[in-house]
């Protein structure tokens, strides 16, 4: 049975950059879940105990992640951590698009694909969650990441699973390419 431990949430807020002043200062949140891994130290054909977790995880972290952004979501991203006992493939379990629909219905849409990372780490662990604009990939200034550092984790029978938005993109984009407003309406969702 998995049991989540602790909860881990980061804030960061640009208010500037280059020393011009944004109109409207950039918001990065990461919202992360420690939990058991049920695999931990064995082989298994079998993920369906991590799969089966991840509507109910991807419903907790949703929330987490609307309350702590408290304004629209404009870019997402996803990772895990595996402690060194599990295998690559355990986070990536914990990543599927039955983590990602509740995180979707939560901010109301999101038309693109969500990057994700994973890696194995030790006690400590550190991760760079990539961040793209939740309609469209193609959006550079949206182009991101926000690092979490986890101090107490992951223990080596343990997963980290991470969820992470931004409220706008870059202070000062200048990358051109596809804009934001050039995002074209599809399904009724923009």
């Known amino acids: 049975m998995i049991k989540i431990r602790k909860f881990v949430t980061v804030i960061e807020q640009a208010l500037s950059e280059a020393g011009i002043p ?10 992360a879940a420690i939990f058991n891994n049920p695999y931990a130290g064995r ?4 993920l369906s105990e991590l799969i089966d ?3 109910v995880l991807g419903q907790t972290l949703a929330e987490q992640l609307v309350t702590a952004m408290g304004q629209p979501i404009k870019s997402l991203g996803k990772g895990a951590l595996i402690g060194m006992n599990g295998d690559a493939i355990h986070g990536n379990a914990c990543l599927l698009g039955e983590v990602a629909k509740p995180i979707r219905d939560a901010i109301g849409g999101g038309l693109a694909w969500i990057q994700s ?3 194995r780490s030790g006690f400590g662990g550190m991760i760079d969650i990539p961040l ?6 193609y959006v550079r200034g949206h182009y991101d990441t926000i690092t979490v550092h986890v101090p ?3 223990l080596p029978d343990e997963l980290v699973v991470i969820i ?3 409220n706008r993109g870059y202070l000062n984009p200048r990358l051109g390419g596809l804009q934001e ?10």
């Open 152 to 154: 107490d984790g992951p």
């Open 22 to 31: 944004a109109d409207q200062p950039l918001r990065k949140v990461a919202v």
């Open 53 to 55: 977790f991840n509507p």
């Open 132 to 137: 793209a604009h939740k309609d469209a990939l």
């Open 181 to 190: 407003a050039d995002i074209k309406v599809r399904d009724g969702l923009r």
């Open 43 to 46: 082989y298994s054909e079998d």
């Open 117 to 119: 990372t994973t890696k």
């Open 164 to 166: 992470a938005a931004t």
